[in-house]
Nanobody
Framework: QVQVVESGGGSVQAGGSLRLSCAASGRILHILTMNWHRQAPGKQRELVASISSDGTANVTDSVKDRFPITRANAKNTVYLQMNSLKPEDTAVYYC?????????????WGQGTQVTVSS
């Protein structure tokens, strides 16, 4: 099986920074894209950033200049550096990974990590 585990969430004041990490482990041949989503209270889950195995990254416009996404392929890990945080960034942040296994390709989600930004 494959496990996806996020870490790095917490509470910060506006203007602060956090770095989220997401590590995938298990029977993995290759990971295609790794993605960060977030879900604020009362809102739908939205895609924040994604990165492919060759390092091609896409970040949603609302955080484009503040949240760079990077990846360490050897560690099956993706990072989201969150800078200049705003109260509207408060959400549960979820990571998912599109994983290639011997049995095929599947998508695995982490349990989420809470990010709270106070004004």
């Amino acid at each position: 099986q494959v496990q996806v585990v996020e870490s790095g969430g917490g509470s910060v004041q506006a203007g602060g920074s956090l770095r989220l990490s997401c590590a995938a482990s298990g029977r993995i041949l290759h990971i295609l894209t790794m993605n960060w989503h977030r879900q604020a209270p009362g809102k739908q889950r939205e895609l924040v950033a994604s990165i492919s195995s060759d390092g091609t990254a896409n970040v949603t416009d609302s955080v484009k200049d503040r949240f760079p996404i990077t990846r360490a392929n050897a560690k099956n890990t993706v990072y989201l550096q969150m800078n200049s945080l705003k109260p509207e960034d408060t959400a549960v942040y979820y990571c998912n990974a599109h994983v290639v296994k011997w049995t095929g390709t599947s998508t695995y989600w982490g349990q989420g990590t809470q990010v709270t930004v106070s004004s």
